[in-house]
């Protein structure tokens, strides 16, 4: 049996697995942001009996949302939650589990997966980038993650967008897609989006798949505005990379088809000439399955 973490800014998935990756068990968490790294521990430490019982665990694969030193095993920092700076999660796991401990970027972890057993199946390369909380990006190349020199290759969300420092999670992160839909209360308050927002807080862009079939002009907008943002970030992972494929993830990816199509539209116009008409943009296969799968993808792998 095999354990997969998905440790993010807004969840804490922890799974258990077999050798093919399947998920068979799972205990699934919200982030208590103010309860920090060390609350985020207690959760993986009370969820790995529940789930494993007194079986023996083979391995344990980790997708952690930020920079970390997959070497090492320890983490670089966590753009989200405090208390994660330097921490040796591979040591610490070890001590909980007695099993061998495999850290990875959690976009990369996505991005093994899709390309294993998800939406890039078939395309090499393979560039996964997840909007949701954070903004990040993953490329696989031949079946197996792409590292740099050292940690947080294909940061794709502190991609800047100017020379004054605009980042693409500053833009088109979902904390900040859900305040653009706020600000709406404001300035379009007979919008659809507005109507389905109601007096809710957090997580509005869930509404913007509905709010696009009614036709609502306001919600255009913000989907062209993020689309046209990410897209312009993703065509210097095509001038770098040339993936052959482009997989979308994350809680934006609930947006669905119109995301995707207005991403692929943009794309193109942001690339020289010789390069187009560039990847193909999918949405990710996995969904929100994407990193734990991947965790254990590591797993297995060793």
């Not at 665990?57 to 070497?71: C, E, I, Y």
Request: aromatic fraction near 6%; hydrophobic fraction near 45%; proline fraction near 3%.
């Amino acid at each position: 049996m095999h354990l997969g973490i998905e440790i993010g800014g807004t969840k804490l998935q922890v799974v258990l697995g077999d050798e093919r990756a399947s998920i068979l068990k799972r205990c699934r968490f919200a982030v208590d942001r103010a309860g920090g790294a060390e609350g985020i521990r207690r959760q993986i430490e009370g969820a790995i009996p529940e789930l494993a019982g007194s079986r023996k665990l083979d391995a344990v694969g980790v997708g952690f949302g930020g920079p970390v030193d997959w070497k090492t095993g320890k983490v670089v920092c966590s753009h989200q939650i405090e208390g994660w700076s330097e921490f040796d999660l591979v040591a610490w796991l070890k001590r909980l589990t007695g099993a061998p401990v495999f850290v990875d970027n959690d976009a990369n972890v996505a991005g093994l997966a899709e390309a294993v057993n998800g939406a890039g199946v078939g395309f090499n390369p393979v560039f996964y980038v997840t909007l949701g909380s954070g903004l990040g990006g993953g490329l696989v190349v031949d079946g197996r993650i792409y590292h740099g020199a050292s940690g947080g290759e294909c940061e794709i969300g502190h991609v800047r967008l100017d020379r004054s420092g605009t980042t693409l999670e500053s833009r088109c992160s979902g904390w900040v897609v859900d305040a653009k839909i706020r600000a709406l209360e404001a300035t379009e308050p007979g919008s659809a989006v507005c109507g389905m927002i109601g007096h809710s807080r957090g997580g509005e862009a869930r509404h913007l798949a509905a709010a696009l079939r009614q036709g609502d002009s306001a919600t255009r907008r913000i989907l062209d505005e993020t689309a046209g943002d990410v897209a312009f970030a993703l065509s210097h992972a095509v001038h770098l990379f040339h993936p052959q494929v482009i997989v979308v993830g994350g809680g934006l990816r609930g947006i669905g088809e119109p995301l995707r199509a207005a991403i692929e539209a943009v794309l193109g116009g942001f690339l020289m000439d010789a390069f187009k008409p560039g990847p193909r943009v999918l949405l990710s296969d996995l969904g929100e399955d994407v990193v734990p799968a991947g965790a254990l993808l590591l797993a297995n792998r060793g």
